[in-house]
């Protein structure tokens, strides 16, 4: 590879490190005035309103998109367009999470008023406490830096940072004091990759479950386990041994027909024919409900080494079952 004459490494090594010290600088700032900006998002019966011009702007589209996807409804407003008429979105329960390195930025300091007026609640983000934003606000939150990653001390590089930082540390202790929840999380993720690893067994299982009762001859448990479902090309290997109810009893694995056959070869006793389910099945099978995560179910299966587990609901009723190969399909690990 040719290499290009004139990169200085060094800085941007210094531009890390300067970014990484203005993170770290926030860690000891963090003090009541963080807590009741959590309170204040926590009573929040609107929406979140996060605001900013130019670079600041964009990590407010960033800090929006993360409070909105752990269950803080949010979204971004442009303050230049908020005073030309989309301010009217704004409603008295909503809060306001505004940005500004400096706290005098034009356009957000026109929006105070209109804030003011419909008494919703405003947390400033800026690197000034003396600042016309941060005095208007309910809390201001510091977050400046000593200096930008710039080489001439201007471009918003670590002062960025540390704001999107800051708006993490609150997203985050948001959703925790919610009480954050692998379930919720997947109902807002049905998508991509993340949306796969969130899957429910309910959008995988088949409800077609084979079954037999417990007195069912070793003719009818091979039939069943060999039987297709709709969808599916091979038989899971097993069948569900059901009674009253169609509650589970047990189930009979092709490992379990195995393992009794030579039992009864060896034994030299009873023929395994004259057997009925019950006294092949195992009672305590693992079992999993509808609500399991995807990724849970694949690694109990492979903990286990099982290729198919039932899914049951109350009082162990078969809902289903879910195959290993139906999981392996869908790209989860």
């Known amino acids: 590879m040719t290499r290009i004459s004139g990169i200085d490494l060094a800085l941007a090594r210094k531009v890390l490190q300067t970014e990484a010290e203005a993170v770290l600088a926030l860690v000891d700032r963090l003090d009541e005035r963080f807590e009741d900006a959590i309170r204040i998002l926590l009573d929040c019966r609107g929406r979140v309103i996060v605001t900013g011009m130019g670079k600041s702007g964009i990590i407010c589209r960033k800090i929006a998109a993360t409070l909105t996807s752990t269950g803080t409804p949010a979204f971004f407003l442009h303050p230049a367009e908020a005073i030309h008429g989309d301010?009217?979105?704004?409603?008295?329960?909503?809060?306001?999470?505004?940005?500004?390195?400096?706290?005098?930025?034009?356009?957000?300091?026109?929006?105070?008023?209109?804030?003011?007026?419909?008494?919703?609640?405003?947390?400033?983000?800026?690197?000034?406490?003396?600042?016309?934003?941060?005095?208007?606000?309910?809390?201001?939150?510091?977050?400046?830096?000593?200096?930008?990653?710039?080489?001439?001390?201007?471009?918003?590089?670590?002062?960025?940072?540390?704001?999107?930082?800051?708006?993490?540390?609150?997203?985050?202790?948001?959703f925790q004091a919610k009480g954050a929840k692998h379930d919720d999380f997947a109902t807002i993720h049905p998508g991509g990759t993340l949306g796969k690893r969130l899957m429910r067994v309910e959008q995988l299982m088949h409800v077609d479950a084979p079954?037999?009762?417990?007195?069912?001859?070793?003719?009818?448990?091979?039939?069943?386990?060999?039987?297709?479902?709709?969808?599916?090309?091979?038989?899971?290997?097993?069948?569900?041994?059901?009674?009253?109810?169609n509650r589970l009893a047990g189930i009979v694995t092709d490992g379990d027909l195995r393992r009794?056959?030579?039992?009864?070869?060896?034994?030299?006793?009873?023929?395994?024919?004259?057997?009925?389910?019950?006294?092949?099945?195992?009672?305590?099978?693992?079992?999993?409900?509808?609500?399991?995560?995807?990724?849970?179910?694949?690694?109990l299966m492979e903990e286990r080494k099982i290729t198919s587990v039932v899914v049951v609901g109350d009082s162990r009723l078969v809902e289903g079952v879910l195959s290993l190969h139906d999981l392996w399909r869908t790209q989860l690990f």
Not at 264 to 279: C, N, P, R, T
């Open 260 to 299: 009794y056959m030579i039992a009864a070869q060896q034994s030299g006793g009873q023929s395994l024919f004259d057997k009925v389910a019950e006294h092949i099945m195992t009672t305590s099978p693992v079992t999993v409900s509808r609500s399991t995560l995807a990724v849970e179910a694949l690694r």
């Open 211 to 245: 079954t037999v009762g417990r007195d069912a001859p070793l003719r009818d448990v091979m039939q069943s386990m060999s039987r297709t479902v709709p969808g599916r090309l091979r038989s899971f290997g097993m069948t569900c041994v059901v009674e009253s109810g």
């Open 87 to 174: 301010l009217g979105v704004l409603r008295p329960d909503d809060v306001v999470i505004a940005l500004s390195n400096s706290g005098e930025t034009e356009e957000l300091l026109r929006l105070l008023e209109t804030i003011k007026r419909l008494g919703a609640r405003m947390i400033a983000l800026t690197g000034s406490d003396t600042s016309t934003l941060a005095q208007a606000a309910d809390v201001a939150l510091d977050c400046r830096v000593s200096e930008e990653a710039c080489p001439i001390n201007l471009v918003p590089t670590a002062s960025t940072t540390a704001a999107l930082a800051l708006g993490d540390a609150l997203a985050m202790t948001v």
